[in-house]
C-alpha cells in the first residue's frame, strides 16, 4: 500500500494551460505539503495544510491554488502554466503540526514539464 | 531565520569506502535533525533522525550524531555500496521559527562505484 501517493507521475502540457496535480495519503497523518524541486535538486515548500486550513503558503504566484477537500487529500492547481514552472513537484504528509520531530513522507513525485 | 548547510557534491566513492557528508545548521529554537534519501526518480525517504543534543540516529549502516556545540549532524557509513548511490538531504524541523516548517540543506549527490 502506497503510503503517500500522487498523480499523474509525468505531466507534459503547453505553456498557458491550466493543469491539475492530486495527492492522497493514507497513513491518518493530519497535515500535508507541497514541495517543488528544481533541476539541481533544490527543495521549497510552498504550502502546507493541517486538518484542512492552510498554515503554510509561501511567496508563490497566485496561479498555484492548492485544495484540500478532505485531510487525507491535498491537491495542486497551476493556472496559466509558463516554462519556468517546469520542475518535480512532491507531496508529503507529517503526523504532527510542522515543526515537531515527526519525519515528512514524500510521494514519489510529479514531472511537470512545460513546453 | 533557520539554515541548513551541507557539504557540496558530487561526492564519487568505490565500494567499501568510509563516507561522511557534513552537515552544519543555524536554529532559533531546538530544532529535531534529520537525514532523507532520495532514489533516482523517487520522493525523499527518512533515513535517519535526532531530536535532542547528543542523540545518534542510525538505520542502515548510516549514523549522525546531535552535536549541540558544534551545530553539527553529519551522516556516516563505514562501507558503501553501490546501492547507496542517491542524494542525500539533511534538514531541521524548528517550532521556534517560521511557522515551523522543516530547512532543507542543498542536497549531495553520492554515486560508488563498483
Known amino acids: 500500500d502506497t503510503a503517500v501517493s500522487q498523480t499523474p507521475k509525468y505531466l507534459v502540457t503547453q505553456m498557458g494551460n491550466d493543469k491539475s496535480i492530486k495527492c492522497e495519503q493514507n497513513?491518518?497523518?493530519?497535515?500535508m505539503y507541497w514541495y517543488k524541486q528544481d533541476s539541481k535538486k533544490f527543495l521549497k515548500i510552498m504550502f502546507s495544510y493541517n486538518n484542512k486550513e492552510l498554515i503554510i503558503n509561501e511567496t508563490v504566484p497566485n496561479r498555484f491554488s492548492p485544495k484540500s477537500p478532505d485531510k487525507a487529500h491535498l491537491n495542486l492547481h497551476i493556472n496559466s502554466l509558463e516554462l519556468g514552472d517546469s520542475a518535480v513537484y512532491f507531496c508529503?504528509?507529517?503526523?504532527?503540526?510542522?515543526?515537531?520531530?515527526?519525519?515528512?513522507?514524500f510521494g514519489n513525485g510529479t514531472r511537470l514539464t512545460v513546453t | 531565520g533557520d539554515s541548513v548547510t551541507q557539504m557540496e557534491g558530487p561526492v564519487t566513492l568505490s565500494e567499501e569506502a568510509f563516507l561522511t557528508i557534513n552537515c552544519t545548521y543555524t536554529a532559533t529554537g531546538y530544532p529535531s535533525l534529520f537525514w532523507y534519501v532520495q532514489y533516482p526518480g523517487e520522493g525523499l525517504q527518512l533515513l535517519l533522525k535526532a531530536t535532542k543534543a547528543d542523540d545518534k540516529g542510525s538505520n542502515k549502516g548510516f549514523e549522525a550524531t546531535y552535536r549541540k556545540e558544534t551545530t553539527s549532524f553529519h551522516l556516516e557509513k563505514g562501507s558503501v555500496q553501490v546501492s547507496d548511490s542517491a542524494v542525500y538531504f539533511c534538514?531541521?524541523?524548528?517550532?521556534?521559527?517560521?511557522?515551523?516548517?522543516?530547512?532543507f540543506g542543498d542536497g549531495t549527490t553520492l554515486t560508488v562505484k563498483p
Open positions: 534538514a531541521l524541523s524548528d517550532a521556534a521559527s517560521d511557522a515551523g516548517k522543516s530547512t
Open positions: 497513513l491518518g497523518h493530519d497535515t
Open positions: 508529503a504528509s507529517s503526523q504532527e503540526w510542522p515543526g515537531h520531530s515527526s519525519p515528512l513522507h
